[in-house]
């Protein structure tokens, strides 16, 4: 069964200190990768796609990158307003547009 | 451009009601989901339709649950009767076409007592 890990479940950063999140999958086959962020009573927003090993997106302190195994969202210089739970989801191949998300990252910045 | 927009943004109900979300997608977006958000088992897929269609409802848990798609900018998911293990955060998302991300609305907070 295609299975989708985040780690850790809860990560508390100080304002500034920068960290990463991951996602680990199983999914034979990886037709994309998405990342999403996600704010107490509001729906996921998008935030990233990625389609192969190696690829990268930036925007403002996020960067995500993305390995045949596992992705990696990298938080530079955090502030509390990157307080969030992050998502990742993972969509394999095929016409299906059928995604698997895990149950994310809680992500909390203090000033 | 107007996101999804699910309605209503919160429910409260008794148990054995029907009850019944609506969602608007995107204009212009082919594909529906329906997805449901717990703390235990975060965010699972309960049904997807495309061009309208259902295409893959096997997340829809007992024949309690039921959704529509009569047109291409709206649907319906129905619980009937509704039971307090339907508690949720309930979230509609649309997409473009194949590869393209989803996009969610901010979800029907439903509470079954």
């Known amino acids: 069964e295609d299975q989708v890990t985040q780690s850790p479940e809860a990560l508390r950063l100080q304002e500034g200190e920068s960290s990463s999140l991951n996602c680990s999958y199983t999914?034979?086959?990886?037709?994309?990768l998405f990342w999403y962020r996600q704010d107490p009573g509001k729906g996921p927003e998008f935030l990233f796609t990625l389609y192969s090993a190696g690829e990268e997106k930036e925007k403002e302190r996020l960067k995500a990158t993305l390995t045949k195994k596992e992705s990696f969202l990298h938080i530079t210089a955090p502030k509390p307003e990157d307080s969030a739970t992050y998502l990742c989801a993972v969509q394999q191949p095929g016409g299906y547009q059928k995604v698997t998300f895990g149950t994310g990252t809680k992500l909390q910045v203090i000033p | 451009d107007a996101g999804v927009i699910q309605s209503p943004r919160h429910e409260v109900t008794e148990m054995g009601q029907e009850v019944t979300l609506r969602c608007k997608p995107i204009s212009g977006h082919n594909s529906l989901f329906w997805y449901r958000q717990t703390m235990m088992r975060g965010l699972e897929l309960l049904i997807y339709?495309?061009?309208?269609?259902?295409?893959?409802d096997s997340g829809m848990p007992e024949d309690r649950f039921s959704a529509k798609m009569p047109n291409a900018s709206f649907s319906t998911l129905k619980i009937q009767p509704s039971e307090p293990r339907d508690s949720a955060v309930y979230f509609c998302?649309?997409?473009?076409?194949?590869?393209?991300?989803?996009?969610f609305g901010d979800g029907t907070r439903l509470s079954i007592l």
């Open positions: 998302a649309s997409s473009r076409q194949v590869n393209q991300p989803q996009h």
């Open positions: 999914v034979s086959g990886l037709r994309g």
């Open positions: 339709f495309n061009n309208n269609v259902p295409i893959d």
